[in-house]
């Protein structure tokens, strides 16, 4: 099982980024998918979510109306485009599987906002 995100780095306020997820070694299709993030010194948080067909999203009240998430069930991927950033929004991005008792994490990718 892989979960492998990409598409972090550095970007100034204001501007956008766009993460993926490629997920293999399991039917993506049938898990809940969602993207979490852990600043320095606080928690890992969760972003954003969505069903595994897609229909159904939710996120964070921080990140509304600036990130969505976004997924492609044929090309076992997960999105989520980033726009409007913020220096607050730096941390490490984590792509998550989940399926009745069963989760997989990505190895993260750092997002950095400078001001």
């Known amino acids: 099982v892989q979960l492998v995100e990409s598409g972090g780095g550095l970007v100034q306020s204001g501007g956008s980024l766009r993460l993926s997820c490629g997920a293999s070694?399991?039917?993506?299709?049938?898990?809940?998918m969602s993207w979490y993030r852990q600043a320095p010194g606080k928690e890992r948080e969760l972003v954003a979510a969505?069903?595994?067909?897609?229909?159904?999203?939710n996120y964070a009240d921080s990140v509304k109306g600036r990130l969505t998430i976004s997924r492609d069930n044929a090309k076992n991927t997960v999105y989520l485009q980033m726009n409007s950033l913020k220096p607050d929004d730096t941390a490490v991005y984590y792509c998550?599987?989940?399926?009745?008792?069963?989760?997989?994490w990505g190895q993260g990718t750092q997002v950095t906002v400078s001001s």
């Open positions: 969505i069903t595994s067909d897609g229909r159904s999203t």
């Open positions: 998550n599987a989940k399926r009745v008792f069963t989760t997989y």
């Open positions: 070694g399991f039917t993506f299709s049938s898990y809940y």
